[in-house]
């Protein structure tokens, strides 16, 4: 491809031409769909092949041979493809008389913008641990997560309720992530 918007052009071609002959199965149409409207609405901006490429690599790899970055995505994804609520907080919204209420009884994760930026080197490592407020049901959180090669730890901060820190865990090539060999 010459550029970018001759690459999102021939995406959007293809994922209009696959809709349209249903080369994929039922399940991903609205996957599909989506993919679709964004690249009419958005042009260039989609960025198609990236998010092409984050579903196939989510579908198809190993989740332990992929970045800290990556994995975390995945695991927020999967936990609003379940039912939680997953928001990206402003500082404003994060603290102070601004700040957002959380409810016990709703099942969500609420990442700080500020923490998210700076948690992660440019390859997608995880260089600081992440800030996040998890309200619901959190044993079923840290399942999701732990498959995806991450903890949560219980965090106090004078003002914040539901505090928590997300940490990658060290994966090992032979037996997968293991839990006693965190991010540092």
């Not at 959007?12 to 609205?30: C, D, G, N, Y």
């Not at 609405?41 to 198809?60: E, I």
């Not at 959180?141 to 539901?162: P, Y």
Request: net charge neutral.
């Amino acid at each position: 491809m010459n550029s970018d918007a001759q690459a999102n052009l021939f995406l959007t071609r293809w994922l209009a031409t696959a809709q349209k002959k249903r080369l994929f199965p039922r399940e991903v149409a609205r996957d599909i769909e989506w993919l679709l409207k964004q690249g009419r609405t958005l042009g260039v901006n989609a960025k198609l092949a990236n998010k092409l490429d984050y579903l196939w690599r989510s579908c198809t790899g190993e989740l332990s041979e992929q970045n800290d970055l990556f994995r975390l995505t995945y695991a927020l994804e999967t936990a609003r493809d379940t039912g939680w609520v997953y928001r990206l907080l402003s500082d404003k919204e994060w603290t102070g008389r601004h700040a957002i209420t959380l409810s016990a009884d709703i099942s969500g994760i609420y990442l700080s913008r500020s923490s998210l930026d700076s948690a992660f080197d440019e390859e997608g490592g995880q260089v600081m641990p992440l800030m996040v407020r998890i309200t619901g049901n959190i044993a079923r959180f840290e399942t999701v997560i732990n498959r995806c090669g991450w903890r949560s730890d219980a965090s106090a901060c004078d003002g914040l309720t539901h505090l928590y820190t997300l940490t990658a865990v060290k994966s090992d090539p032979d037996t997968g992530f293991d839990t006693n060999r965190m991010l540092a």
